[in-house]
Each structure stands twice: as C-alpha cells, then as structure tokens.
C-alpha cells in the first residue's frame, strides 16, 4: 500500500494499513496512525503525529516549519488527531517555543482545498474549513465550528464552538459559541447559527437561552460589563449560557461586538 516512488525516512512510524501514493515525502520523526490514506505528491515533515483514518489529498504540505521570524529551529510539533479529511494543498504548520510549541488538530474536521492553518493554532472536532479559508499563528477554534470560503482569523483570535464565519469574513477580534459572524473584511456579528444548532439537535428551550443571552450581550445596548451581569444570572439555568459566559472571560483580543 506505499507506492514504490515515495520517500519514506526510516525514524518515521507508519501504523498498518496505512496508503502512501507516489512521490509522498514523509520526512523524520513523523508518525502515521493506522487506516490513514495519504495521497500523491504529499510532504509530510516532522515532528509531526497524524491518528487514525484520516484522508490526506495529494499536494498537501503537513508538518512544515512555522512562518515566524522568531523561529529558530527549536524542537516543535504538529499533532492531527483522527478521521480528518484534508484536501489539495492544504498547509499546516508546526507550533513555535513561544506559542506552547505544538499546532493541533482534533478529530473528525474537514480542511477543504488551499486551506491554511498556521504555528500554535488549536482546533477542536467536527469543524469546517472550506476554500481558501485561512487561520494566523495562535487561533484557537471550537468543536462543530464552520469557515466559509475565503474567511480567516487574525492571531490570538478565539472561535468558539459551533460558530459559522461566513464567506469572505475576516476577525480581528474573538468571537462568542454560537455566534454568525458575517461581512466583508472585518466581521462583525450577524446573530446567531441556529441552522447548525437545530442540525445538531438543540432542543428549542436551549436555543431559547441561546438567543436571551445574545440579545443582552449585542442588543440591549448595555456595555460589556453590564451585560456580563446578566448573563451571570442567565447562566444559572443554562449550560450554553455558562459556555458563553466563560468564553467571555477567557478573551484576549477583545470581544467582537
């Protein structure tokens, strides 16, 4: 199941049943977990660890050293996790000393074509990263999370779960569960995902806190701090509300509003 032309280094550890196609590079201090597919022409550099059944296209580049001019060749990694579907030309970078020195990717997540995740990058399951979307150094993104086309993340930015960023949206500030956030260039705040929530089974009392809590954070008029009051008392009947309000309290780059 590897073709004769690829370039394997000996350190690397290939698991069983795992496909290699021909001219795939898989560099030193790599690791391939068993039932992964890897297509032609894919560059795979180390120290990288991919799980299980995942699904790598051709001219795919995994593993390369981050772009950042701090980076001074010190031991960093790449870290995908299981049955991710990665498309032509998608690019991922390893972590850098100062970002924790590891890029991670969970499981179940589709990195459509051209897609680019950069060093110290955090993305959790069942997310979606469609053409041309791109993240910066450090952006952490939440399960069940969706990128739309050409859509991307300045540095530090924090997604949380099961946020859509529309097509052609860019951040430049985090962004709170649940949230859709659309416009072009800077993005801004355009309600909530409730299609992906009633697609992943929220019951409608849960989408009913969903939306309270948004209204108080994005229409009441109240400052940020006012809000944060309510959604304290809000938060003591609703988990999702709970998941909102710790998010706010874990920004960094500020809140998108």
């Not at 391939?32 to 894919?42: L, S, Y």
């Not at 300045?154 to 859509?164: E, I, L």
């Not at 009441?220 to 009947?237: C, P, W």
Request: proline residues 4%; aromatic residues 8%; glycine residues 12%.
């Amino acid at each position: 199941m590897i073709h004769p032309t690829a370039q394997i280094d000996p350190s690397a550890v290939i698991g069983k049943n795992v496909s290699i196609g021909a001219f795939t590079v898989i560099g030193a201090d790599v690791e391939i977990g068993e039932g992964t597919v890897i297509g032609p022409h894919v560059v795979v550099q180390g120290p990288t660890k991919i799980g299980r059944d995942n699904r790598i296209a051709q001219f795919a580049s995994l593993g390369g050293d981050p772009q950042d001019m701090k980076y001074g060749g010190e031991r960093t990694e790449l870290v995908i996790g299981d049955r991710n579907l990665i498309r032509e030309f998608v690019t991922i970078n390893r972590g850098t000393a100062e970002g924790g020195g590891v890029t991670r990717i969970g499981n179940d997540n589709w990195l459509l074509a051209y897609v680019h995740v950069a060093h110290d990058c955090n993305i959790g399951n069942h997310t979606i990263f469609s053409n041309y979307s791109a993240l910066a150094g450090h952006v952490e993104v939440g399960d069940w999370t969706v990128f739309a086309g050409y859509s991307g993340a300045h540095q530090f930015c924090k997604v949380g779960p099961h946020a859509f960023i529309a097509m052609g949206c860019l951040l430049g500030a985090d962004v709170p569960p649940f949230l859709m956030m659309a416009n072009d260039q800077s993005g801004r705040p355009r309600g909530l995902n409730t299609t992906g929530l009633k697609r992943r089974g929220f019951e409608p009392e849960r989408i009913t806190a969903i939306k309270r809590a948004y209204r108080t954070l994005y229409t009441s008029g109240l400052s940020l701090a006012e809000a944060r009051e309510q959604l304290v008392a809000q938060a003591k009947d609703s988990e999702d509300v709970r998941a909102m309000l710790d998010f706010l309290d874990r920004s960094e780059r500020g809140l998108a509003r």
